[in-house]
């Protein structure tokens, strides 16, 4: 094998660094980057630059947003009374997707997963709870997914919120258990949304 120089030998590990890029993979696209123009090349380390530096989480609901904001936050056409609560940005994309859903998020950030050392003080439920408390939310629907630790993060919200009147519901099964929200198709997520049930 040839020897590789440094910089084509550090390309290559960054890459190999990414979830589901193999040796082989980051091969194959340090070659195209040598490959390309050096214009089109920076465009990626630009795009990188970019989100990283610009990129931070909605100081409301914690969605990702480019301002203090997020989009679904600032926008005067959402129902300011129904808040979905997922675990992920990525499952909230999921959810918009499906065009049926014109309420507020709160994204948490992840799970309550005590095998992981994940306990509820690292996701944003202390910031979830002042907002409910706050008042203007009548319905929060649990979308967390149908895992072990998703069905456990929802239980310790709704003990949490026992106390405050308000309405506590969450998706209907139509998402398979064990299963991401993140992979379930429009039609699913739709089924889900429209046929909640009391928590
Ligand atoms: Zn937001």
């Excluded at 190999?16 to 193999?22: C, D, N, Q, S």
């Excluded at 990188?48 to 990129?55: A, M, S, Y």
């Excluded at 959402?78 to 994309?93: F, G, K, N, S, Y």
Aim: hydrophobic share 40%; proline share 5%; glycine share 8%.
């Amino acid at each position: 094998m040839p020897e590789l120089t440094e910089s084509i030998a550090q390309l290559i590990g960054e890459f190999a660094k990414l979830p589901g890029i193999g040796k082989k993979s980051a091969e194959r696209l340090t070659y195209h980057i040598l490959r390309v123009r050096k214009t089109e090349a920076l465009l990626l380390a630009e795009a990188i630059r970019n989100v990283k530096e610009n990129v931070r989480y909605c100081r409301t609901c914690y969605n990702l947003a480019e301002d203090e904001e997020c989009t679904i936050c600032r926008d005067p056409r959402r129902q300011r009374d129904l808040l979905c609560v997922v675990e992920q940005p990525r499952d909230l994309i999921a959810l918009e997707q499906t065009d049926v859903y014109r309420g507020l998020y709160h994204v948490l950030l992840g799970k309550v997963a005590p095998l992981e050392g994940i306990g509820p003080e690292q996701l944003t439920i202390d910031a979830l709870v002042r907002r409910v408390r706050g008042g203007s939310i009548k319905e929060l629907i649990m979308a967390t997914n149908p895992t072990i630790e998703g069905d456990g993060t929802a239980v310790y919200i709704s003990n949490l919120l026992s106390g405050v009147p308000l309405r506590i519901t969450r998706l209907a099964r139509g998402v398979t258990p064990g299963s991401a929200l993140e992979f379930a198709n429009k039609e699913i997520l739709t089924d889900a949304l429209s046929g909640r049930q009391e928590f």
